[in-house]
């Protein structure tokens, strides 16, 4: 396969560069009302039940020009399975929107990965910083990361996805709800940490984007596969009826915590749950494993939910 050869002394396949193309500068709602929101179904089934590869999934989806050099800062124990990185961006060009992946580049790994943003856009730009959440595979880069990565490891980084949220001060005031299955919260917790920095730039500002309300359902096995859950109470907590969670559990084997217990419903999503925010000012996003997002969706749209309103993006 060809290859060109970066500045930053990685190696980027030939298949990425031809994949890319450049995004129309339209807004974010109305870019998203029009684009295929998931690179891997057409008219909500699976293409192919083979395994694809991250460049297979996403080859036509949207890539930025920009690749950034990253250094690994921090490295967290999100789960007994699931390791939080913190990387620390070189270029200053780089940006992304709540939502998107990146293309992960490891010096003298073949393999590319692809990991969606588990922090928000604003932390980026506060810090320069954005933070992902790994779930252990036998997958090559998930598995550096897991048994190789360390403190000051040097990656390079590239963003892509036509799966976000990224509203513009004129555009009109929207509900969200966001469903989660699993890690598929990644890029849904990026979403809702940007939410609540729309939130603080409205109050402090008194101008920008009207957030309208947030509802998040997250469903998992058990509790101690609910990522993020104490900085989902923390939001909640900072920002009362603005953003509201649901964490269901499915397979459940031990007491739940008493901080928890208000917000834990036993069992799967459901329709009745979903039903209630019906209306034509919300967008529903959701992520997680291919016969959740199936199912969610159609019962979407039995319940009169126009398929322009509902958004999806397939991992795995």
């Given at each position: 396969?060809?290859?060109?050869?970066?500045?930053?002394?990685?190696?980027?396949?030939?298949?990425?560069?031809?994949?890319?193309?450049?995004?129309?500068?339209?807004?974010?709602?109305?870019?998203?009302?029009?684009?295929?929101?998931?690179?891997?179904?057409?008219?909500?089934?699976?293409?192919?039940?083979?395994?694809?590869?991250?460049?297979?999934?996403?080859?036509?989806?949207?890539?930025?020009?920009?690749?950034?050099?990253?250094?690994?800062?921090?490295?967290?124990?999100?789960?007994?399975?699931?390791?939080?990185?913190?990387?620390a961006i070189r270029n200053k060009d780089f940006t992304f929107k709540a939502?998107?992946?990146?293309?992960?580049?490891?010096?003298?790994?073949?393999?590319?990965?692809?990991?969606?943003?588990?922090?928000?856009?604003?932390?980026?730009?506060?810090?320069?910083?954005?933070?992902?959440?790994?779930?252990?595979?036998?997958?090559?880069?998930?598995?550096?990361?897991?048994?190789?990565?360390?403190?000051?490891?040097?990656?390079?980084?590239?963003?892509?996805?036509?799966?976000?949220?990224?509203?513009?001060?004129?555009?009109?005031?929207?509900?969200?709800?966001?469903?989660?299955?699993?890690?598929?919260?990644?890029?849904?917790?990026?979403?809702?940490?940007?939410?609540?920095?729309?939130?603080?730039?409205?109050?402090?500002?008194?101008?920008?984007?009207?957030?309208?309300?947030?509802?998040?359902?997250?469903?998992?096995?058990?509790?101690?596969?609910?990522?993020?859950?104490?900085?989902?109470?923390?939001?909640?907590?900072?920002?009362?009826?603005?953003?509201?969670?649901?964490?269901?559990?499915?397979?459940?084997?031990?007491?739940?915590?008493?901080?928890?217990?208000?917000?834990?419903?036993?069992?799967?999503?459901?329709?009745?749950?979903?039903?209630?925010?019906?209306?034509?000012?919300?967008?529903?996003?959701?992520?997680?494993?291919?016969?959740?997002?199936?199912?969610?969706?159609?019962?979407?749209?039995?319940?009169?939910?126009?398929?322009?309103?509902?958004?999806?993006?397939?991992?795995?």
């Open positions: 396969m060809a290859c060109v050869t970066t500045s930053m002394g990685f190696t980027i396949p030939h298949l990425l560069r031809s994949a890319c193309r450049l995004c129309p500068a339209h807004s974010a709602l109305v870019v998203l009302r029009h684009s295929a929101s998931c690179y891997c179904t057409v008219n909500g089934t699976t293409q192919s039940k083979r395994k694809m590869d991250h460049l297979e999934r996403t080859a036509n989806n949207f890539r930025q020009e920009v690749i950034s050099q990253a250094k690994v800062c921090g490295i967290i124990n999100e789960s007994e399975t699931v390791k939080r990185l913190r990387l939502g998107q992946w990146v293309d992960f580049f490891i010096p003298g790994v073949s393999v590319i990965g692809g990991f969606s943003m588990c922090s928000s856009p604003g932390l980026l730009e506060r810090e320069g910083v954005l933070e992902l959440a790994v779930k252990y595979t036998d997958h090559p880069p998930a598995r550096w990361i897991h048994t190789e990565c360390t403190l000051d490891s040097e990656v390079a980084l590239r963003v892509g996805g036509d799966f976000f949220f990224d509203p513009q001060p004129g555009d009109t005031p929207v509900k969200l709800v966001l469903i989660a299955g699993g890690v598929g919260i990644n890029p849904l917790f990026s979403i809702l940490l940007h939410v609540a920095d729309l939130h603080g730039y409205q109050e402090s500002k008194g101008n920008g984007y009207k957030m309208g309300t947030v509802k998040l359902y997250y469903s998992a096995k058990n509790t101690n596969e609910l990522l993020f859950k104490k900085n989902i109470l923390g939001l909640m907590s900072a920002l009362p009826g603005k953003i509201t969670c649901r964490f269901h559990v499915t397979q459940q084997n031990s007491p739940i915590c008493e901080e928890l217990q208000p917000h834990i419903t036993e069992g799967r999503i459901s329709e009745k749950d979903l039903e209630k925010h019906v209306s034509k000012d919300t967008l529903w996003y959701i992520c997680g494993p291919p016969p959740m997002i199936e199912s969610i969706s159609q019962l979407l749209y039995n319940s009169g939910v126009h398929r322009n309103c509902v958004f999806f993006e397939k991992w795995w």
